[in-house]
């Protein structure tokens, strides 16, 4: 039997219980693609397909609303694909394993998916319908968002007609979407200067666990911990403290996920080892201190290890890198002050790695204000320059535009009618402070009238991710109300 069988909206949880079972992290959707594709196929319904896997789905109205105006639906394939610490799971050939815990839908040790399965679960249940009203639909279901919107900057648009449009890539059912930010992201490289180790040496290891990470848009307000930050005032601490080489730093599984773990390999002289462990173990208490209500389960360690180490950085690229991780801004840096309550700018400092001659540092910069996201990026790219030789910054992927709230919107205006009717109550309409691909259909589309509908979930791009499955069933008859009333 189906895990979801009987969760309620049966029809939307089917698909969302075979979406589950596919490869769908970034970059590698072509298993859920391949899906949607056989599901147009069997239905008879058009449709088109690019080589980055991208596809978009027609179909005509239904009887009465042949000739209404045609709607475009969005959402977006990919997933972010993270791992509880001691879980072993290989997203390649194992599909997420499902849970129902009360009101909510979980995975056993992994994230699970919803963003943005849900809201393509929501498309095929409609592609899939003969009894629900609608005009012709257009579903555009994209790739690669969770990597910087590349499937929505290359998806052929000229392939829609509608000028009206609905996101379902957003996480409140309180809220009807009405505009939200654009973000673009940077890359700091660090040339690592590597040489022999010398022998007689000791590893050590610095461990950062346990950080509750998250959105960098929807939690960076909460003040969690970064983790590559803390690293860095760690590799501080301990360079004070001794004669220390770098042998491999890294952090972060994503750019726009808040990093939750990372770790630096150590060579330091034996006789040495005590007082660089207490000089950063005594920092790390400190840290613990400061994050105690932000990152109450935080776990710090420095320890000897039987690695083996046989190149390590040069002292003075050792020393760029923690100058540089120290001085780049991270969390917000601008409040709105058109939107009470949300904030305009934010950089996360998302991830580290050691690749060959390097050490890539990504950030993303989010604005609801383009010529503010251009001053944050500026900020970094003059970092790199002050940093000197063997630093550089670029800025990498896309400049996504923000989705600018349209006062005159007849489709939230239609929305809004839908909520109170199906809801009970009135909608919260919301300028949010994440960036969507919304930007990048609204400027390609003259005219384009969009809103986002969403669905509780929460402590998305972590293990701890999870669906409110009640919220959903609240929000079906609320979609399918909309698409009723879209006749005209």
Known sequence: MAVLENIEPREVMRFFEELSGKHRCSQHEKDATDYIAAFAEERGLEYHRDDLD???????????????????????????????????????????????????????????GADN???ISYMLALLDSSDIPHPPLECVMTVMEEMGKVGGDNVDLTKLSGKRMIDFNWIEEKQLLAGCSGDVTCRIDVDT???????????LVIDIRGLLGGHCEFDIHFERGNSIVLLGRLLRAAMKAGDVQVARVSGGVQNNVIPAESEALLWVKSDEVGAITAAVEALAADIKSEFRLADPDMRITVAQSDKSVEKVMSPAAAARLVQVIALLPN???????????????????GLMITAGDRVEITSTITSAVTSRKHMVLDQLMLLADLAGDGVRAKQIGLDAPEFPWNPHSRMLEIAKDC??????????????????ELGMFTQRIDGLDTIGIGTNLYDLHSPKESMDHTSAARVWPLIKDVMRHLDH
């Open 193 to 203: 200067e590597w040489s022999d180790a010398e022998a007689g040496r000791t590893a």
């Open 419 to 436: 909520y109170e009717r199906t809801m009970g109550q009135k909608p919260d309409v919301l300028v949010s402070v994440c960036s969507l």
């Open 331 to 349: 969390g917000i840096t601008n409040q709105n002050l058109e939107v009470k309550g949300n904030w305009e700018t934010s950089n996360n400092i």
């Open 54 to 112: 991208n596809i978009i789905v027609k179909k005509p109205g239904t009887s009465g609303y042949e000739k209404a105006p045609t709607v475009i639906l969005h959402g977006h394939i990919d997933m972010v694909c993270k791992l509880d610490e001691g879980v072993t799971h290989d997203f390649a050939t194992q599909g997420v394993t499902l849970k129902v815990d009360g009101d909510r839908i979980r995975a056993e040790g992994t994230t699970l």
């Open 117 to 119: 399965g849900l809201g």
